[in-house]
């Protein structure tokens, strides 16, 4: 076992000698709470009077940084497809026909009362308070990413309650995947009708509009509510994957 | 005061480091992960928080001379943890594979096994 | 000020709890409550955007998933 201790020891080293420059860098950071940004771009001066946005966080990520974000939304992509992609069936492997083991006299446990009477009304509350916080991203805390995960949590509540069957009805993995695709695509054409009218891609081009209402900010709230349909397809996708996982196909009603 | 935030990112990205390298599970690796991932987000943060200032939401009363913390870091955190958690969600999807194929989750054992 | 230095504390020591729990069906509660704690930090740090995409992420989205994961991968020599 004298390995395994060589290893531990070349371990704790490792990390102390980490510890320490990480330790020696990060106490010659600015100190706590004097950030002082480059002078010259004011981020909150031009938000509200340029583009009458009052979420920075929404306009820098998708006005003055959207191409990042363009990027992030396709690791995103990516991760998803790579998930379909490993959790395919290989042409080996047979239908899953049998279902789970059980230990000898135990039956499957059924879902809690109290979460199946729950669910019904919980999770459509959760869905509009996704597509609420969704569709403010532009004017209050939220955005495309965050209610793409409220939403896609909020319909795997269904399987929890449910199971399988009514999950499987309720979220249709073929058309999720199409769907993530094409706002995944939709983020792109807006970029590029900025292209074509003769601006930079991804320049906010439309009106402003009234601070405060729905449709100000140009095309902040395009690509937030494209962003946030790729990201809340993309996660109903990856729940759906998994769960498919744990169901024995061939058996219960058609998906 | 001055120096919890900065150790604390610090001390986050070691402990889960340490998870990681003694883990004998494949699940429980990928939680501690995660865990380095979350210390880079209160890094992030914690670099861009400025004393008294307000949330970068410019929505309601506010004094006129105020300042806000730094929302360009908040945007890269924000897009940064949906993005880390698909990543997890792919890195889970292979464990579920090399579980059918191997059965066994300690990484030494899957390690040893390849000779 | 006090607040913020409770909540880095106790992220640090959520932190050290998650790794230390080994067993991962255990790990995972504690992991959904470390994402609790995380978001109750950038919440702290005036990062409400953060806080909300925390919360949704670490204390739902991933433990679901990898519950969904646990489950699939039970021993069958090991239940009796």
Known sequence: MSGARLRHGFLLAGLVGLGLLLGWSLLNLHPYGEFHGPDEIRIEAIALHERHVTNLDAFVNFDLRALDTLGEEFIFFTAIVGLSLVLRRLPGEAEEGKSLPLAAGRSAPEPDELTRWITPAYVPALVVFGLYVLIHGHLTPGGGFQAGAIIGSALAMIYVAFGYSAFSHTVDQERTEVVEAAAAACYIATGLTALAIGASFLTNILPVGETGRLYSAGTIWILNDVSGAAVSFGFLTMMAEFISQTHHRGSGAGG | ?115 | MALQLGSYILVAIGALMVVLTRRPERQVLVYSLYGLLLSLLFLVIRAPDVALSELAVGSVAIPLAILVTLSKMRDPERLQ
């Open chain 2, 1 to 115: 005061m001055d120096k919890v935030p900065y150790l604390t990112a610090g001390w986050v990205f070691l402990a889960g480091l340490y998870g990681m390298a003694t883990s004998r599970n494949l699940v429980h690796q990928v939680m501690c992960l995660s865990v380095v991932q979350s210390a880079t987000y209160v890094l992030l943060l914690a670099s861009g928080y400025r004393e008294g200032g307000l949330a970068p939401i410019m929505i309601g009363a506010r004094p006129d001379n105020a300042t806000f913390v730094d929302p360009v870091v908040q945007a890269l955190a924000l897009t940064d943890i949906v993005v880390g958690a698909a990543v997890t969600a792919l890195l889970l999807a292979i464990i579920i594979r090399v579980w059918r194929v191997k059965h066994v989750l300690d990484p030494d054992a899957l390690t040893r096994d390849e000779s």
